[in-house]
């Protein structure tokens, strides 16, 4: 099998030094090429002229010539405990000064170059050039740093990033793994909800899990920013900001200002409760949208309510700390409201306007109020966050809530409107197929900008790294591979047309680190698919946990015997992208599937396939011991499940809300969009009735599975 693409064409040339893989290895390590048209369409994304032989050679020239040109890289990384080692690339005959400054605004001068020392010097746009690497040994401390050329009366920065080479494991993992549940937590609901569970439900969870169960964590959805108004997008993975938080997930009645409000304004609040309260009983269908509508103007009328002087403080502090970022988010919100919803035409007015235009500026002067009203729902809905986790860790969880980043955002979203300079507008991100998805995947999401990221210091993943670790204990990096590389389609192409795309993981990886460390935080990478062992490596060697599914775990023919399980890892039955477990063991998703006509080959034979893997399965629990009984109920292979999975080496050990009520709907179809109800199928029995948050404790089936994990936890403890 051939390990490296052996073509030699100008356009191949180039993709390489823009770090597109001209080859993957695919399915049954397959040696995949990409064609030489796709990746001209995607050297087209990054704004590259490839429209003639001359153009991809002059394209060549402009990228070799571009270091000398820079005096100082953008942006120069470390980890510790090795040497600083610099490049340099400056105007012969010139005095030159290195100063390290730094993160906490201290300097120290690193090196100092006298004229006439120079070599390897090159004609560049018609001056004398010269390139020099210099180490120096320096212990400088993680963090952000800043390293500072002075030349020929010029100045020249650079950032300079130091990340710990690992995360050490707190001392509660040490002592023994830990378990608890993963939760879509906007589908546990309870009669007090808005039809859609929110983070008084998450935080009522946490107290009962940790109390009622002995979980220590509670593994949720992301709870990334949707549309402000209208048609409220499904998917938690295709969020509006990354950087802000949901609103749909804020209590109006829990808010303090809530008590101010005079009696006829607390009617009316109770009215708008009372006209989406039924919602919470549909157990077939959640309508956001709906519950929004009500929600929205219960919180109006609570945001009309004065804030007191000690509140009043605490928001204009958490406006300060927020800054541009914030300011952009709720811009942009105001606008959705006045202008409507964007759409991908061209002249929509997410793609007409930036967010500096004169037009932009002129409507915030006009509705400053409804750009602070979105600013206060950002600064209640982190407080209940915030108050959620603080309950969870009161009640003796040790991690408490692990949040969810999603891989992007949407396209017309308030991040890349507010930052369009960050992201690479002309492509999309998303998989190759795959045998699990054999169409590929198109996520829909802009990826963000290799070069910006450079550019700026790694600065929009920095901030975005930031935000999510903020209130919670630890986070699930979705598709982790995307901090090495990303599956970019080009506009208005099909999945299959894509190629990966590099990053620079080892920036990413230790940016993670850093902030992990600086937070005292817990990283699991989603390392699932087509993950080679170079990355799963990598981040074994840098502390980070990665992702252990029982129906992903394989050998050549077989499943892995659960022995075998990686210890730093978060070890499931399922996900919120396979089946629950019981609709898996009753072939759900084979069924779906075929309706939706999302197989490439015949039903029968998918099915035939899935069958065997239960049958496989089935024989590993009982060859391990895990499941004695002759004819076992599907509720009695659940259990089973989960007592070989908490028997792993694994960390951490992960139940499902649908795994402990025998739920067996899909809650989300890989390649659908509107052809069946993703991320809308409220928490549910196996008869198909709704459970809610109230009645889920005293679940008998819940206390079975819990028993079972505990039991096998503390009994190998």
């Not at 001209?22 to 030489?36: A, L, Q, R």
């Not at 004609?123 to 020099?132: R, T």
């Not at 799963?536 to 992702?547: C, M, P, Q, R, V």
Request: one cysteine or more; aromatic letters at 10%; glycine letters at 6%.
């Amino acid at each position: 099998m051939p390990k490296k693409d052996k073509r030699k064409s100008p356009i191949i040339k180039l993709a390489q030094k823009y770090n597109i893989g001209t080859f993957f290895i695919g399915p049954k390590k397959k040696f995949i090429e990409i064609s030489e048209s796709n990746l001209g369409l995607i050297l087209q994304a990054f704004g590259v002229d490839t429209s003639s032989d001359e153009a991809i050679e002059e394209a060549i020239a402009e990228i070799d010539l571009k270091p000398w040109r820079t005096p100082l890289a953008p942006t120069i990384h470390k980890s510790v405990g090795e040497d600083i080692i610099l490049d340099f690339y400056i105007p012969k005959g010139n005095i030159a000064v290195v100063t390290l400054v730094k993160e906490s605004g201290d300097k120290k001068e690193l090196y100092r170059l006298d004229s006439g020392k120079y070599n390897d010097v090159k004609i560049i746009d018609g001056f004398e050039i010269s390139h020099m690497v210099q180490k120096y040994k320096d212990d400088i401390e993680p963090g952000y740093h800043k390293i500072v050329l002075e030349v020929a009366d010029n100045i020249y920065t650079s950032y300079f990033i130091v990340t710990p080479n690992t995360i050490d494991l707190p001392s509660y993992l040490k002592e023994h793994k830990r378990w608890g549940y993963m939760s879509q937590f906007y589908s546990v609901r309870s009669t007090t909800s808005w039809g859609v569970g929110d983070f008084e439900d998450l935080a009522i969870s946490c107290e009962k899990a940790a109390g009622e169960n002995k979980a220590d964590f509670m593994l949720i959805n992301p709870t990334h920013a949707a549309e402000p108004l209208g048609h409220i997008t499904p998917s938690p993975y295709l969020p509006s900001s990354r950087l802000f938080l949901n609103n749909i997930y804020i209590r109006p009645n829990t808010i303090p200002e809530f008590n101010n409000l005079s009696p006829d304004d607390k009617v009316k609040v109770a009215k708008l409760f009372k006209s989406v309260s039924k919602l919470n009983l549909d157990a077939n269908y959640i309508d956001r949208d709906k519950s929004w509508q009500a929600k929205i103007e219960a919180l109006k009328i609570i945001y009309a309510s004065p804030l007191d002087d000690s509140r009043k403080a605490e928001f204009v502090k958490y406006k300060t700390q927020e800054g541009d970022n914030l300011e952009g988010f709720a811009i942009w919100s105001m606008l959705y409201e006045k202008w409507g919803v964007p759409t991908e035409d061209e002249t929509a007015w997410t793609k007409v306007y930036t967010i500096n235009d004169e037009k932009v500026q002129k409507m915030v002067k006009k509705h400053q109020s409804i750009v602070e009203f979105y600013k206060w729902l950002q600064w209640i809905a982190e407080q209940q966050l915030s108050n959620a986790q603080s309950r969870a860790k009161a009640a003796g969880m040790k991690l408490g809530i692990i949040a969810d980043l999603a891989v992007g955002v949407h396209p017309l979203g308030a991040d890349v409107f507010a930052n369009r300079q960050n992201y690479i507008y002309a492509a999309t991100v998303g998989a190759p197929p795959d045998l699990f998805n054999q169409l590929g995947q198109n996520w829909s999401q802009p990826p963000l900008s290799p070069i910006a990221l450079e550019q700026t210091g790694y600065e929009p993943f920095k901030t975005l790294v930031k935000r999510i670790l903020k209130n919670v204990g630890a986070v699930r990096i979705d598709h982790i591979l995307g901090m090495f590389r990303l599956w970019y389609i080009p506009e208005k192409h099909n999945a299959t047309d894509g190629a990966f795309v590099y990053y620079n993981h080892h920036i990413m990886i230790g940016i993670l680190c850093l902030e992990a460390m600086r937070n005292g935080a817990i990283i699991i990478g989603e390392d699932m698919g087509m993950i080679t062992p170079l990355v799963k490596k990598y981040l074994k060697s840098h502390g980070l946990l990665g992702t252990n599914v029982v129906w992903e775990e394989r050998t050549k023919n077989d499943f892995k015997k659960v022995k075998k399980y990686r210890k730093l890892a978060i070890a499931a039955v399922t996900n919120h992208d396979f089946p629950p477990t019981a609709g898996y063991l009753e072939y759900e998703h084979a069924k779906l599937r075929n309706k939706l006509g999302l197989l490439t080959e015949p039903y029968e034979v998918f099915l035939s396939k899935v069958e065997a893997d239960v049958n496989k399965m089935l024989k590993l629990l009982r060859k391990g011991g895990f499941l004695k009984i002759k004819e076992p109920t599907t509720e009695e292979i659940v259990l089973a499940l989960h007592r070989m999975l908490a028997s792993s080496p694994s960390l951490l050990i992960c139940s499902t809300f649908v795994d402990a009520v025998g739920e067996k709907r899909v809650q989300n179809q890989p390649g659908t969009n509107n052809e069946y109800p993703n991320w809308r199928i409220p928490l549910a029995n196996s008869q198909g009735q709704e459970v809610l948050l109230d009645n889920l404790w005293q679940t008998d089936s819940l206390k079975r599975l819990a028993d079972v994990i505990n039991q096998t936890i503390y009994e190998n403890n």
